[in-house]
């Protein structure tokens, strides 16, 4: 079930909300990319919605880099995509050129999927009201919206301006995290620029 055909939940004020924009970057949005999303195009318009919305001093963007660390699990994860397995300056970790400029802080650039961590709350605080688009809704927003939430940040996740590695997967990502109400809401963008 989709945040599209249910009613929308009454969101607070969201004036002193974070809109966090994750890994706007080419690897996610190239359909050639092993990893690109074939929603990114379609989602982005509603991003760029939200960042007029926001405006530079309110929008945070993030980058997935892979770093060096392959301890754990992580091995065998770059044995499985070895093509992601590039130094963090590779291009391909780049920004897609609409998301240059988005944000006054640079990029938080992190080698997790989440990007719930000390970099964010540095900007944020420590339970901020945060409102997630980007890429992809089943991998990195999912890892960021689940442990922020359980740190006690009010979570909303607009729901069409992330992209998923399918729809079949963005659909179920939706569902999980609207789950986690009232901690974790799932609206349009729309109602988030409402709630502003």
């Known amino acids: 079930m989709s945040a599209e055909t249910e009613t929308q939940p009454a969101l607070p004020d969201l004036s002193d909300a974070w809109l966090v924009v994750i890994d706007p970057q080419k690897i996610f949005a190239d359909s050639a ?6 929603m990114f195009a379609g989602a982005l318009g509603a991003i760029k919605s939200l960042r007029s919305g926001f405006g530079a001093d309110r929008t945070i963007v993030t980058r997935w880099l892979p770093g060096t660390g392959r301890a754990g699990s992580w091995g065998p994860y770059f044995e499985r995509w070895p093509f992601a397995d590039r130094p963090d300056t590779d291009p391909i970790f780049d920004l897609v050129s609409p998301a240059n400029g988005w944000s006054r802080r640079g990029t938080v650039d992190v080698s997790t999927f989440g990007k719930w961590g000390e970099g964010l709350t ?18 990195c927003v999912i890892s960021t919206a689940l442990p922020a939430a359980d740190a006690g940040a009010t979570v909303v996740v607009a729901a069409d301006a992330c992209a998923g590695s399918s729809q079949d997967n963005h659909a179920a990502a939706l569902q999980v995290m609207g789950l986690y109400a009232p ?5 349009d963008s729309a109602a988030v620029l409402a709630a502003r």
């Open 183 to 187: 901690q974790i809401e799932v609206v």
């Open 33 to 38: 990319s092993e990893w690109g999303s074939p």
């Open 122 to 139: 540095r900007l944020t605080g420590a339970t901020p009201t945060l409102v997630l688009a980007g890429v992809s809704t089943d991998c």
